[in-house]
């Protein structure tokens, strides 16, 4: 049974910080895809970022481009984001996603998905 479990989420001021963690167990992690995706209050979950299984690609919504780093290290499993400069916009449940491959793609859906982790972001 595949489990992905966020951690990290917090209540932050605009302009800050925070780091999420994605832990990951039940299948072969280095072997896939991950990925973060978000929703806001209101609105559709949306990609934020995604990260080849190796570590050597990366992919970023424009929204958060420059502010926002995925970053995942097999021996533990565990997929990270930091966020930086961080903007009320930027409020949201955060969810990790495990793919279907090697490398990400906006075309297949992710096989797996966690429970999400809240940041609020004030302004």
């Known amino acids: 049974q595949v489990q992905l479990v966020e951690s990290g989420g917090g209540l932050v001021q605009a302009g800050g910080s925070l780091r999420l963690s994605c832990a990951a167990s039940?299948?072969?992690?280095?072997?896939?895809?991950m990925g973060w995706f978000r929703q806001a209050p209101g609105k559709e979950r949306e990609f934020v970022a995604a990260i080849s299984w190796r570590g050597g690609t990366t992919y970023y919504s424009d929204s958060v481009k420059g502010r926002f780093t995925i970053s995942r290290d097999n021996a533990k499993s565990t997929v990270y984001l930091q966020m930086n400069s961080l903007k009320p916009e930027d409020t949201a449940v955060y969810y990790c996603?495990?793919?279907?491959?090697?490398?990400?793609?906006?075309?297949?859906?992710?096989?797996?998905w966690g429970t999400g982790t809240l940041v609020t972001v004030s302004s």
């Open positions: 039940g299948r072969t992690f280095s072997s896939y895809a």
């Open positions: 996603a495990s793919g279907s491959g090697k490398f990400y793609s906006a075309t297949s859906p992710m096989d797996y």
